[in-house]
C-alpha cells in the first residue's frame, strides 16, 4: 500500500507538506502543491478513509516521540508516561526522533496515519523558527525546552533555576572552581538545554560573586559517560584546576565519576559533582550521585493530562506548564 512517505519521496518533499496538500492547507507554494498532486496520481495513492474518521472517534492509543530511547532519562520519562496512560486506559506507543529535526516533523505528520488519538513530543531538534509548523489538525504536548509561545501545550523542566540551585549547592559545600559540561551553544540566539543550564550556572557564580573562568565551560558533542570522562580527563591534563563539577546530565556525570577516578581525584574531597535528571541508577553510583529532580511522574502526569484535555476539546488555549524541583544531596557532594 502506497504511504504518505512514498508520496513525499517521490514529490521530493517531506512527509508533513504531503499532510498539508491532502487535508487542504494553506501556505503551501502552487509548484510544491502540483508536485505532491503529480506523484499522488501517478502512485496511485488512496486516503485511508477509516483513519480520516479517527477524528471523531478514539483508538485509546497515544504516541511518545522521545530523541533516543536507549538514555536513561528518556527509559524513565517513556515509563512514567506509560504508567500515566495506563491510568486513563490508554495504551502508549514509542518512537525514536534520534534527536533530527526531520524526524521530528515526520512524528507529527505521520501520527495521523498510525492512528495515534494524539501525540506527546520530546522535541530537541526542532527550533523556534519551526513553531508555524506545530499547526497540525490533531492534538499534540511538546515535552522539551526548545518550543516556546507556540501553538500547542507544552510541559518544559525549570532549568535554568534547576542549574542555579545546583551550583549553588557544590558553592555552599565549599566549591569555587566549578566546571560546566553542556552542548554547544547555539550562535543563532535558540533555546536549548544547554544554553538555559548554563544561564543557571552562572546566574549561581554572580550571586555567590565568583567570577566567570570560560576555560571551566566544556562542550561536549554528545551527552554520554564516554564524553564526561575524557572532559574532566582534559581539564587535570591541560592544568586547569577545579574543584567542583556541574553536569548537564547524570549520564553525563556517569563518564566525569569514572573520570575523576582514573585521574586520581578523590569524589567528594577533591572534586565535588553534581547531575540533572535524578535518574534511577544516580543513587546507586559509589559515591552515589547529587542531582536536580524534575520530577518525572508529575511531568508524565501532566503532560498525558493535557493531550487527554486537547483530544476532548481542541479549541482550549495554548498553555505551558514549568515542573518544579529539588536538589537531591548524596555522596557525591559531601
Known amino acids: 500500500m502506497v504511504t504518505i512517505r512514498d508520496i513525499a519521496h ?7 507538506t504531503v499532510s498539508n496538500v491532502l487535508n487542504k492547507r494553506p501556505h503551501v507554494a502552487d509548484a510544491t502543491r502540483e508536485k505532491v498532486l503529480e506523484a499522488i496520481d501517478r502512485l496511485d495513492y488512496r486516503v485511508n478513509v ?3 474518521n479517527l477524528r471523531r472517534g478514539r483508538t485509546h492509543t497515544i504516541g511518545l516521540a522521545v530523541p533516543e530511547i536507549d538514555r536513561p532519562y528518556y527509559g524513565q520519562l517513556a515509563a512514567a508516561v506509560i504508567a500515566e496512560g495506563a491510568r486513563h486506559d490508554l495504551h502508549v506507543v514509542i518512537e525514536q526522533t534520534g534527536r533530527e529535526r526531520e524526524s521530528e516533523l515526520n512524528a507529527l505528520a505521520l501520527s495521523r496515519v498510525r492512528m495515534y488519538d494524539g501525540l506527546i513530543l520530546s522535541a530537541v531538534g526542532l527550533g523556534g523558527e519551526d513553531r508555524d509548523l506545530l499547526r497540525v489538525d490533531f492534538p499534540v504536548v511538546i515535552l522539551g525546552e526548545r518550543i516556546f509561545q507556540g501553538p500547542v501545550d507544552h510541559v518544559a523542566m525549570s532549568n535554568v533555576d ?6 549553588a549547592h557544590l558553592i555552599e559545600r565549599g ?4 566546571a560546566v559540561l553542556h552542548g ?10 544547554s544554553t538555559l543550564r548554563h544561564a543557571g550556572y552562572r546566574q549561581a557564580l554572580e550571586d555567590a560573586g565568583i567570577p566567570y573562568d570560560p576555560k571551566l565551560t566544556v562542550a561536549l558533542d554528545e551527552f554520554t559517560p564516554r564524553r564526561g570522562a575524557e572532559a574532566v580527563t582534559s581539564l587535570v591534563a591541560d592544568g586547569i584546576e577545579f574543584d567542583g563539577v556541574f553536569c548537564v546530565t547524570d549520564y553525563v556525570a556517569l563518564g566525569v565519576l569514572r573520570g575523576l577516578a582514573d585521574a586520581g581525584r578523590r569524589v567528594p574531597d577533591d572534586v565535588k559533582v553534581i547531575g540533572f535528571d535524578d535518574v534511577e541508577f544516580s543513587r546507586h553510583l559509589v559515591p552515589s550521585l547529587s542531582s536536580v529532580d524534575p520530577d518525572h511522574e508529575l511531568m508524565a502526569r501532566t503532560a498525558v493530562d493535557l493531550l487527554i484535555a486537547r483530544i476532548a ?12 524541583f529539588r536538589v537531591v544531596a548524596r555522596e557525591s557532594t559531601g
Open 184 to 193: 554547544p551553544l547555539p550562535e543563532n540566539g535558540d533555546v536549548d538545554v
Open 10 to 16: 517521490a514529490a521530493g518533499v517531506s512527509p508533513m
Open 50 to 52: 477509516a483513519a480520516r
Open 162 to 167: 534547576g542549574a542555579r540551585a545546583a551550583v
Open 313 to 324: 476539546d481542541d479549541a482550549h488555549e495554548a498553555v505551558e506548564v514549568l515542573s518544579p
Open 175 to 178: 566549591a569555587r572552581r566549578i
